[in-house]
Structures are given as C-alpha cells and as structure tokens.
C-alpha cells in the first residue's frame, strides 16, 4: 500500500526545495536533493479497530453528512496526504467527497479558509474503498509547521455495515449535515469523541527523516489526559525529539484494553503489528509496551494458577521476540519498554504472585538482549518504597499514570535510540 500513488507523479517537483526545509528543519542542503531523495514519513496516525456498538458513528451521521476530524501532526512540510480505512469492514466504503485544512485549534471546527483543498483519489472527487481495504488520497500542497492541527472533512450518503474506527481518540470530532468538506466555518455542529476510518497523515520529507510508533495499551492510547489537550506520552515524546532539532514522525497506536497475546477491545498486537507499524509510511523505531492486560486478565479470570502464570510469561516473551523479528526484517528498530506498576489497581487486584510475573518480565526486557534499547517505564514510575505500586504523583487509578506520570514516560525514552539504524529491508 505504500507504493508511488499516481498523483504524486501529477505534481512536479517545485515544491520538494521551498517550504518544506523550513517546516521540518532540515538542513538547507537538503534543497539541493532531487525527488527521488524523498519519501513519505507518518507524521500522526490511529490504530484501527471494530468500535463496540455504543462507540459505532451513529447511523444518522452517515447519510447526507460529514464528519470533520482533527488531529495534531508531529512534522511539517509541504505536500502530504491522508490514508482512509475500510480495514474492519465486511461490505465498500464510499466516501463521496473528502476536504482537508487548517484547523483553527484543537477541539475546534473551524479551519483557515485559504488552507481548505479538496482531496481527490485517483483525480476524483469519490472513492469506494473495498472491505478490508485501505486507500491513500491524491497529493495535496497544503505548507504547514510540525505540531500543526489539521481537519480531514468526509462526506457520506450510507454507512458500510460495519465500521472501523478508533474510540479512544481523547480529540473532539465533528458532524454537520450536508456536504460540508470545504465550509470554513461549522457552527452549531455536533460534537463526539471519536475518531472513524482516518488511519494516517503522511507527509514528504527528506530521506533522512523517519517515524517512531508508540505500540502499547490504554496507557498509550491515552487514558486520563485531557480532552483536545495532546498530552498523551506520544504527544510529549514528539514535543521531545522536535526540540532536540531532527524531526521525526510520532505515531500512536496504543488502544484502550490492548493484549499482546489475546484480542480485547481491540485486535491482539501479534496480529495487527503488521498493519500498525510495519505498514506504516518511513518507520524507523517502534517503542513497544504491552503485557499489563495479558497479566492482569488472566488474575482477574481466576485462572491464574502456576503453570497458566508461566507459560503466560513465556508466550509474553515470545511474541516480543517475534515482534522484533519482523520489525528488524524491515529496518525497524524496537525499543522495549518494560510493564509498569499496577498492584494499586481495583480492576485486576494482583497478587504477590502476579506481581513476581511482572518483576520477571520486566528483568527479561532490560536483560535479554532482544531489543536494540530499554525505555524503562517501570523505573520512571514505581514508588521507591513500594516497587509494585506507581508514585503517588504519578498514580491516576493504581493502573493508569496521571498525567504528570505520562510525561515522565516520554522522559524516559532514550532519544539517543532514536537515532540509531538497524539493519533489515525497508
């Protein structure tokens, strides 16, 4: 999916050596670079899912409407576009126009006027994607900074029979009846918190740019931060590598009751590491978190017995080493960030000999030699006095860090690991 589109070859070169070197700070040499010395990088993207029926796009804002959904970039440039899934789908998707501009801000409808462009697929103004298909828009020139909040209007006339979308999305999206892609100004529009078959903004940049994903659970996706406030970890990791001077992409694809080995609310991470960050546009890191739900269900299953507890921690550790596998064959480098505390939780109320699974997973991760670096989660957060509990200041629920806690895990990402390469075909 991530071959040459059609318009990219429709719209010359003039814009690759002006404004973008300036929205991405590269370096001004890097105007000298020819086409072919660019690609396309995530700049935001969403993992996707099957949202459970009290999540699901309301039936009414499928016909003669559109949703208007804002999301905030990690790079600038010049030229970008937008990728559409169907993946969950069982019948076509019909997207019957489709705008992209400006926002005015996070949380709100509205968009700069002179930044509004209709997005087009394949030169049309339509698209049908297929079930179980993803689909990129034509190139848009649309100069913005990194950081910038960007809304991405879809017009529909029917609602496929089974949606895709991602729930956790902490961001306010609109509805207006009417086609309204290209509207500057959305008064009186219906709010919801949700966001729906947008999986990624992609923007050109230079070669040497790429694009980390952050891979995990709730604690990734976002729970507890604020509304419209970009104030998941991901989000300060990006704030993170944007002052260290080299651009790179930020990627969430964290979702809310996440399993690695098992499917929750959302799809296991065995089977959708592909789509999620293999299949991303210039990934070169992933930062992986995952395991506290695989632990925590089977305590709160009551099937938590010795042998299912070890062979549970064994099955853990294989899926990460396969995870890497597969990451590495494609250039991908993988951070391993171990599972913090969460003894404090009344949800899954481990016990000692839950959290001596934990201990021993985390020791694995730090240890094993698996991973080409260590973001050690579990040391930013735990109370020195009580290991298996997070610091009060850092403790939202006993499971979920505050928010305070979700800038000490951005903090604890190596950003030295960033720059790193690894070897592999990508």
């Not at 499928?62 to 970039?73: E, F, M, N």
């Not at 698209?127 to 910038?148: F, L, N, T, W």
């Not at 938590?304 to 550790?317: F, M, N, S």
């Not at 599972?339 to 839950?354: F, M, W």
Request: charged share 20%.
């Amino acid at each position: 999916m991530q071959g040459t589109y059609t318009g990219l070859r429709a719209r010359g070169a003039a814009l690759f050596a002006a404004g973008l070197l300036l929205a991405t700070g590269t370096n001004p040499a890097s105007a000298a670079q020819s086409p072919k010395d660019w690609h396309w990088v995530a700049s935001w993207g969403a993992a996707q899912m099957a949202p459970e029926p009290q999540n699901e796009l309301p039936q009414e804002h499928w016909r003669d409407a559109t949703l208007r959904q804002v999301v905030h970039v990690a790079l600038g440039g010049d030229r970008l576009r937008i990728r559409i899934s169907n993946v969950f789908g069982v019948t076509p998707l019909v997207v019957e126009a489709a705008g992209i501009g400006l926002a005015k801000g996070p949380g709100s409808p509205d968009i700069d006027p002179q930044s509004a462009k209709a997005l087009t697929f394949g030169g049309r103004t339509s698209v049908m994607i297929p079930a179980g298909a993803e689909y990129y828009s034509d190139v848009v020139a649309m100069p913005h900074k990194a950081g910038a909040d960007i809304a991405v209007s879809l017009y529909f006339n029917g609602a496929p029979s089974k949606q895709t979308g991602h729930p956790g999305s902490r961001a306010t999206s609109f509805v207006a009846k009417g086609q309204r892609t290209l509207d500057a100004a959305w008064s009186g529009a219906e709010k919801i918190t949700r966001w729906y078959m947008l999986s990624d903004v992609e923007v050109q940049a230079p070669r040497d740019v790429g694009a980390v994903v952050a891979v995990g659970d709730s604690i990734t996706d976002g729970y507890g931060t604020t509304t419209d406030g970009n104030d998941r970890w991901p989000d300060v990791l990006a704030g993170r590598i944007a002052r260290g001077g080299k651009p790179m992409g930020v990627v969430n694809v964290g979702i809310g009751g996440g399993r690695m080995l098992r499917d929750g609310l959302g799809p296991n991470l065995a089977s959708r590491f592909d789509r999620d960050v293999i299949g991303r546009a210039g990934v070169t890191h992933a930062v992986v978190m995952i395991g506290v739900n695989d632990l925590g269900v089977l305590r709160r299953n009551g099937e938590d017995i010795p042998a299912a507890r070890a062979k549970l921690v064994e099955d853990l550790q294989l899926a990460h080493r396969q995870l890497v596998e597969r990451a590495h064959a494609h250039g991908i480098c993988v951070i391993g960030a171990t599972v913090t505390p969460y003894a404090g939780s009344d949800y899954y109320r481990p016990a000692a000999a839950n959290e001596a699974d934990r201990q021993q997973l985390n020791d694995w991760i730090r240890k094993s030699g698996v991973f080409d670096a260590v973001a050690d989660f579990d040391a930013a957060l735990r109370d020195p006095q009580q290991p298996d509990r997070l610091r009060k200041e850092y403790d939202n629920d006993g499971l979920h860090p505050s928010i305070p806690g979700l800038r000490a895990l951005a903090e604890a990402v190596p950003l030295q690991a960033l720059r790193t390469t690894c070897g592999g075909a990508k």
